[in-house]
């Protein structure tokens, strides 16, 4: 089994802090991506094309503005989102890296892609 690492603009599910030092804040995504390659597997690496007109709803920066809205913005919040872009990037560019990386803006394009 080859796995898929589908991503979107945001960084999904972290391991919590108790099983991972807060510094490496890697998502289960990236974890599955490395242990795959641990085992000399193929990851097949799908991003959401950067033109692709995501919803803001569902990208990290929307935790900021929501909490803005609702009067709960705080140092802490701001930190927490801008780590989690920075990983995000980070994860982008190790899966560069790795092999086979394509994008796609909609789910058949998954099944279309074969650059």
């Known amino acids: 089994m080859?796995?898929?690492?589908p991503l979107a603009p945001q960084t999904g599910l972290n391991i919590p802090e108790?099983?991972?030092p807060a510094?490496?804040?890697?998502?289960?995504?990236?974890?599955?991506c490395e242990r795959a390659r641990e085992k000399g597997k193929s990851v097949?690496?799908?991003?959401?094309d950067p033109?692709?007109?995501w919803p803001e709803t569902a990208k990290e920066g929307y935790r900021l503005a929501k909490a803005a809205y609702e009067g709960k913005l705080t140092p802490e919040l701001s930190t927490d989102v801008k780590e989690a872009i920075k990983?995000?990037?980070q994860f982008?560019?190790?899966?560069?890296?790795?092999?086979?990386?394509?994008?796609?803006?909609l789910p058949p394009d998954l099944a279309t892609n074969r650059r």
């Open 92 to 105: 982008k560019n190790w899966l560069n890296k790795i092999g086979v990386r394509a994008s796609f803006s």
């Open 23 to 32: 510094r490496l804040r890697k998502s289960i995504t990236w974890l599955e």
């Open 18 to 20: 108790t099983l991972q």
């Open 2 to 5: 080859v796995p898929l690492a």
């Open 51 to 53: 033109k692709y007109n």
């Open 87 to 89: 990983q995000l990037e």
């Open 44 to 48: 097949l690496a799908f991003l959401v």
